[in-house]
């Protein structure tokens, strides 16, 4: 009797089980479905843009190596686009919270497309400086306006989701770019004999995507910015009032920039100089990568739903502190790449979810000014440690590299979770989680 009453409790919790995971599949679908047509326009344009984005972000190092430049030069280069963003952000976010976004979006589309053409027909470091730093100025446009449009086309029943399902177009972008452009480059170099060749009309198909982004970002129908978010502005006034409040967000994203752009630039060339691996291998290590970090970012407004916005980024971040340390002292491959695919997926768990707390802890009127200076506090940390991460690996190694990322990564977890521990609570009894405003100013 006690066997078959065993029996019975096991089967209903299996049941139980999967009708909780049934329903929370479908409540994430009908969640889905309540998208406004500007979203689901704007998160087809996103993915097309990341196609771009991935393409040479994959292969731009790989190719810059072939004609013959060395880390600290190629972080030169990667430093100039961080650059054009961080000077562009904040004037950018001015510039929207004034003026219909349409015109802009189709603009930076189409300087982006442009100036990346010129990148990949340029040998001379100077050059693909110059036209590194007007890429990324052409990027502001688009990364600027995402948060804030967001915002704007969503409730806050869906929002969440929202911002972890654009991180994830980005992401099945990448993965697209991931799975495709290494094969090409190595087709295309058997089919034209030169390996530069390869690699330059590979980008070249990566610049046609981002042209193709201008269809649905036409057609998204865009109003002019609201009463209140037009009094965007960034003043000594507004500095004194909520400066504490735009150190505190923004602080810890500069802090883990600082440690991405030692190492995470520079991955694809740690796979080709470690292991001596490929230019489509590497891409498809990348695949399997962004492939984790989809489902990562699908799982992460669940985590955050559990046990909140700020509890879900310090699990995933931490989580991917171990798997760091095999990317710095393993040389058995398989063991690296199961390093790198996880760690990918764990560190970029919080990333859409920081952007949701940065706009729901914001007043509408700054939203444009927060999301801006979110992405300042990311390139410029990033312009900054991508110069002296190429150095570090010209001359050190990967090792001693990765050590200093794990360091600042523990670095600015530790300060997140001190400064945002006590903006969420939870009353007992009750699975939501609520955001206190007056927790952080």
Known sequence: MNHTAEKIEVTEKQQNFWQRSRGGIVSYLTILRMFSRNARLYLIGSFLMGVNFHVFQLLLNLYLKELGFVESQIGLVISARALGVTLLAIPVAMILSRV???????????????????????????????????????????????????????????????????????????????????????????????????????????????????????????????AEESKISFNLNQIRNRGGFYFKITIANFIVGLGAGLIIPFLNLYFRDRFSQPPDRITFFYFLAHLVMLIGIMIGPIMAKKIGLVRAVVTAQLSSIPFMLILSYSDFLPLVLLAFVLRAGLMNIGVPIITNLAMELSEKSEQGLVSALLIVAWTSALMISSAFGGVLIENYGYTVTINITIAIYLLSTLIFYSLFKNVETRQNGKQRWTLVREAIS
């Not at 170099?189 to 201008?214: E, N």
């Open 100 to 226: 219909k976004l349409k015109p802009l979006l189709l603009t930076g589309c189409i300087m982006m497309a442009g100036f990346s053409y010129f990148i990949t027909t340029m040998d001379e470091l100077f050059l693909l400086m110059g036209f590194s730093l007007l890429t990324g100025m052409s990027f502001a446009f688009f990364r600027v306006a995402s948060g804030p449009f967001y915002m704007r086309n969503s409730t806050s029943v869906e929002r969440t989701h929202l911002f972890s399902l654009s991180f994830g177009m980005m992401l099945l972008a990448g993965m697209v770019g991931s799975l495709f452009s290494g094969t090409l480059v190595v087709m295309l170099t058997d089919f034209t004999g030169d390996i530069i060749s390869g690699y330059r009309y590979t980008l070249y198909l990566g610049i046609a995507a981002s042209i193709l982004a201008l269809i649905p970002f036409s057609m998204v129908k865009a109003n002019p910015p609201s």
